[in-house]
């Protein structure tokens, strides 16, 4: 059995009943990243424990050979994509696509995710075409969170205006 297939039973074991759900184990040489996920998120204090909790149970069971670093972590803002099961959590939000070399033609997209099969990924981009992509042909994918863009300092957006607008009180100017 791969260590990686060890450490995900692993992890999975000790999350089980738990609200937490294992997202992802990666290994990069002495680096073991596992990611955790609930529904609503998860805190840094909960990271923590599920750190010692799982560091204990990998001392024990020991399926990592040499020296190793232990993060655990949530997904974040911007997640990878790597299973199926990855892909249809992000159904709906945007990603981004790149895609391996040995593919020909655009091999960077961007577009909100409309389904996932077995196979494929839809993408729709925002003039509205839609992109059918092999998950195979994938060798990165990412979720893409945007900011909202905020008003310059000092400018009042048209909700304030609308509320000074015959209040008597002057907008201040520099």
Do not use: C
């Amino acid at each position: 059995m791969s260590i990686i297939r060890q450490i995900n039973e692993l992890a999975e074991s000790l999350l089980s009943g738990t609200k937490f759900s294992l997202y992802d184990v990666e290994r990069n040489g002495g680096n073991l990243k596992v990611t955790v996920q609930a529904e609503g998120g998860v805190t840094l204090d909960e990271l923590a424990g599920i750190n010692r909790q799982l560091s204990k149970a990998l001392d024990v069971n020991d399926p990592m050979p040499n020296k190793y670093t232990l993060e655990v972590s949530s997904p974040g803002l911007e997640r990878k994509l790597r299973t199926q099961a990855h892909f249809e959590g992000a159904k709906g939000e945007i990603v981004g696509v790149k895609l391996a070399p040995h593919v020909e033609g655009e091999r960077r997209f961007k577009g909100r995710l409309n389904s996932v099969s077995n196979e494929s990924i839809s993408l729709e981009n925002e003039s509205g075409e839609v992109e059918e992509i092999l998950l195979n042909d994938i060798s990165k994918a990412t979720t893409v969170f945007h900011w909202k863009q905020n008003q310059k300092p000092g400018k009042a957006n048209s909700n304030e205006a609308k509320i000074l607008q015959g209040s008597g009180i002057k907008e201040y100017e520099k």
